[in-house]
């Protein structure tokens, strides 16, 4: 069973920085997409930035400039580093992750998340 676990989320002062990581572990074979989205109270989840085992980048309009998404693929971890941090990036940040088992079968495995508040 593959579980991802979140860490650095908390409470930022408008215009700060904030870094969040997150792990995978657990028996698989590879993972091909590793990435982040966010909740924000009242909407839809979105996708925030996410990245391939590749290194092929896809980030949210309203992020990009400021958000930068990293990864280590050999020890399937992948960072956020989000700078002039917003209100509007207020939300519940979930690590994702697209993940070949050791059967040769994809599934999508989602961490618990962790909560991020922008406010002064």
């Known amino acids: 069973q593959v579980q991802l676990v979140e860490s650095g989320g908390g409470l930022v002062q408008p215009g700060g920085s904030l870094t969040l990581s997150c792990a995978a572990s657990?028996?698989?074979?590879?993972?091909?997409?590793m990435g982040w989205y966010r909740q924000a109270p009242g909407k839809e989840r979105e996708l925030v930035a996410t990245?391939?085992?590749?290194?092929?980048?896809n980030y949210a309009d309203s992020v990009k400039g400021r958000f930068t998404i990293s990864r280590d693929n050999a020890k399937s971890t992948v960072s956020l580093q989000m700078n002039s941090l917003n209100p509007d990036d207020t939300a519940v940040y979930y690590c994702?992750?697209?993940?070949?088992?050791?059967?040769?079968?994809?599934?999508?495995?989602w961490g618990k998340g962790t909560l991020i508040t922008v406010s002064s």
């Open positions: 994702n992750a697209v993940v070949t088992t050791v059967h040769q079968t994809d599934m999508t495995i």
């Open positions: 657990g028996t698989f074979f590879r993972i091909t997409i």
């Open positions: 990245m391939t085992n590749g290194g092929s980048t």
